[in-house]
């Protein structure tokens, strides 16, 4: 008898509603019944559960330290483009302990970068760099750790330099070459300087100059190097930042045949150098997206969102009646997952990121936190399920389980998540996403939501 009583009275439905991330309220609901058919009873429309998706511009991105020089352009037609010019400062090397013959004369000075093979865009075109000398000095921006926790990007933790900064350099470069890139050879790019520059380097070597008697006297002099991509360029290219300047002489032996000797300059502190980042958007869509506007909705650009490293461009993903459903008393959340879609990769001639992270953003959109895997303290990250043969999409999945039961607390009130590229794109590549669109031009993002409701 009592057995009977309860299962009149608790109903246990285990409905799978599905939020499309649509910003109207075209949506569907998929309801399932928790038994060993596993029975569909049919799609309902709804009105009440919305979803916002936007593309959103972050701020203070760092691009110090990251190992990788990024110095190019890469354009499309739907998002504009981006172009990086690498900055780095010098210091004295093996200058210090030089020892050149007095009649040694100088063969040339020459700049040596090494690939890294990272590469964005079309390699199969010349690519052009031209090396200036900076004129001004190369400083970090310091942050201000007495901010409270939303208002500092969670990825920044110290002294760094952004992206957007940027420090004069001469018009006329002190070196120049044209090249195609061979990525998986990794050969060495050699600039050689131009006389002036050349002769003056070698002079105050030989002379044991007081310029170059340690690292902070020779930057006061010469501030540091610029690579600048020329505006035709249409891949972005990753260097190592192993960096030899180096001065090659010539010069008699006691057995009275030439010898040759080189001495180099090279990077001192890896923290000065950065990848400074500016974008074109004006022909496009996304034209108004910029630091003072930094949201644009799916609907101003076709549907098109898009996700971007380097330039801090993310998807934001807001779902406004959320809390409204996981407050409701009758309901228990059992799972949930966050779908992305992205194009078949047949569809691209660009690799799509092998997993992607979910960023909270506090309500001044400030990202505030990375989402890790349920109740642990590891970022969680979403790994790339490729499209079939067929031309079905790609996507990426991610578990909302505890964030769906946080955004009931005071610290993730009003919260939003940000789709992005894993940090370490974010911060050292040009790597680009534009989510996939269903037949309305609507972002094909889903919440799908598995929960008991008692009744």
């Known amino acids: 008898m009592i057995k009977d009583f309860k299962r009149r009275s608790i109903q246990l439905l285990l409905p799978l509603f599905t939020l499309a991330a649509f910003v109207g309220c075209n949506k ?22 919305s979803a916002k998706v936007s593309t959103y511009q972050l701020d203070d991105i760092p691009t110090s330290a990251t190992g990788t020089m990024l110095v190019g352009k890469n354009s499309n037609a739907v998002t504009g483009s981006m172009k990086s010019t690498a900055y780095m400062r ?64 969670v990825f920044v933790t110290s002294a760094a330099i952004f992206s957007k900064q940027k420090f004069a350099y001469e018009n006329t470069p002190l070196a120049e070459l044209s090249f195609k890139p061979r990525i998986q050879s990794a050969d060495s790019l050699f600039f050689r300087f131009n006389n002036t520059i050349s002769n003056e380097l070698f002079t105050m070597i030989k002379n044991n100059d007081n310029r170059i008697q340690s690292s902070t006297s020779f930057q006061e ?28 002489y010539s010069f008699l032996n006691n057995e009275g045949t030439k010898s040759v000797g080189k001495q180099y300059f090279s990077i001192d502190n890896k923290a000065y150098q950065y990848n400074q980042i500016e974008t074109d958007r004006s022909a496009t869509k996304f034209a108004p997206l910029t630091l003072k506007n930094p949201q644009i909705t799916s609907q101003q650009t076709d549907g098109n969102v898009f996700l971007e490293g380097s330039t801090g461009v993310v998807a934001k993903i807001e ?52 989402l890790t895997s349920p109740y642990s303290t590891t970022t969680q990250q979403a790994t790339l399920v490729r499209g079939n043969d067929f031309g079905s999409n790609g996507t990426y999945t991610f578990n909302l389980i505890e964030y769906l ?25 040009g790597n680009r996403l534009i989510l996939a669109k269903d037949n309305e031009n609507d972002p094909k993002i889903k919440l799908n939501i598995l929960y008991t409701k008692f009744q």
């Open 319 to 370: 779902f406004p009646t959320l809390l409204e459903l996981v407050n409701n008393p009758s309901i228990a959340v059992n799972k949930a997952e966050l779908v992305i879609e992205v194009p078949n990769g047949a569809s691209t001639i660009f690799d799509q990121p092998q997993s992607l992270v979910l960023m909270v953003a506090s309500n001044n959109g400030n990202p505030i936190s990375l």
């Open 405 to 429: 039961t946080k955004i009931k607390t005071t610290a993730y009130n009003n919260t939003s998540l940000y789709l992005s590229l894993p940090t370490s794109g974010l911060f050292s590549t």
């Open 28 to 49: 569907d609901i998929s309801l399932s019944l928790d038994s060993s058919r596993d029975e569909t009873i049919g799609l309902v429309p709804i009105d009440t559960v």
């Open 90 to 153: 010098l210091g004295i090397g093996t200058i210090s302990n030089a020892s050149i013959p007095d009649d040694a004369v100088l063969d040339s000075v020459t700049l040596v970068l090494t690939p890294n093979k990272y590469f964005y865009g079309d390699t199969t075109k010349v690519q052009k760099i031209s090396v200036h000398r900076v004129t001004e000095e190369i400083t970090q921006t310091q942050i201000d750790l007495t901010k409270p926790a939303d208002e500092r990007p």
């Open 221 to 248: 002099y010469f501030k540091g190097l610029a690579l600048v991509p020329d505006n035709s360029n249409a891949a972005l290219i990753g260097f190592k930042d192993t960096v030899f300047l180096q001065v090659h």
